[in-house]
């Protein structure tokens, strides 16, 4: 947005966050520091001195970099008198009807000081979460939550991915546990699609219907061993392993988190995550789903 009229301050929610490092406030605030000190050191800096070029590209340069960031904030009362600093710097050197207009150290540092003063009042109505720098890792998915091999094979889950290890940097435990179970999800669904199996909500009946095409599927090739592939072994020992994790993440944490009874500390979700990422990384051994 390109004008201090179009923002429309708000509050951060864990869903409304824009990224924020906390050395980009620090950054203003020592801009905003050594501007005025540098005023309030010469009172008698002159206009010709105030009208010179390095002095000014400092002042703009710094009041550029406010900008950007007090823009991101949505710092509305900020945005605000950097347009009256700028406003007011224009008319060094100018006059009005043949009167001189002044512009002094003191006048321009008084205008830094009402934008500390802006500042703090606009930061007042903002909420910020701080995260550690390895939250923030996680939270950004610098290293893939799942491994890159699942990132690879299952980019179905990309959004439940993201939003898992989201939840987990912020420290919403059971909300991270819904968001992987959403993952397994899918290593079931890739599964099923292996043996032509039905889609249906309920895992429990796609895994019985899963075992029973498994049977099938057996027990004819152990009546024409001729048609066995000759990666048969394998694949038989690799769909009886997945079914079998698959059913151990639907008893032990798939259907309780779907009910309203039962929440997760971190220190379980933790160890859900672990398991999670091993289990897919198994399936994606074999398995895709795009």
């Not at 032990?252 to 929440?263: D, G, L, P």
């Amino acid at each position: 947005m390109s004008a201090a009229g179009d923002f429309h301050p708000r509050l951060w929610s864990l869903w409304d966050m824009q990224r924020f490092y906390g050395d980009r406030l620090s950054k203003v605030w020592d801009a905003l520091s050594v501007i005025k000190e540098t005023l309030s050191a010469r009172p008698k800096l002159g206009s010709a001195e105030m009208n010179n070029g390095a002095f000014q590209h400092s002042v703009n340069t710094s009041l550029e970099m406010m900008e950007c960031e007090f823009k991101k904030l949505g710092l509305t009362s900020c945005l605000h008198q950097v347009e009256r600093i700028r406003s007011h710097l224009t008319w060094l050197g100018a006059s009005y009807q043949g009167v001189p207009i002044t512009v002094t150290p003191e006048s321009v540092a008084k205008m830094f000081n009402q934008l500390g003063f802006r500042l703090t009042d606009d930061l007042k109505g903002k909420y910020m979460l701080s995260l550690s720098l390895q939250e923030t890792e996680t939270y950004e998915c610098a290293t893939p939550l799942l491994a890159q091999c699942v990132a690879d094979t299952f980019t179905s889950i990309a959004y439940d991915v993201d939003e898992a290890a989201k939840c987990f940097a912020l420290g919403r435990s059971t909300a991270c546990v819904f968001h992987l179970m959403r993952c397994t999800e899918a290593g079931l669904q890739a599964l099923a699609n292996e043996l032509d199996v039905a889609p249906d909500e309920n895992w429990n009946t796609v895994l019985r219907d899963f075992d029973k095409a498994l049977e099938s599927l057996q027990a004819r090739l152990n009546a024409n061993s001729s048609q066995k592939p000759d990666d048969w072994k394998s694949k038989e020992r690799f769909y009886s392993e997945a079914s079998a994790l698959l059913r151990n993440m639907k008893n032990a944490w798939r259907n309780s988190v779907m009910h309203m009874e039962e929440k997760y500390t971190m220190e379980e979700a933790a160890r859900i995550l672990s398991a999670t990422k091993a289990c897919m990384e198994f399936l994606a051994t074999n398995l895709s789903l795009k």
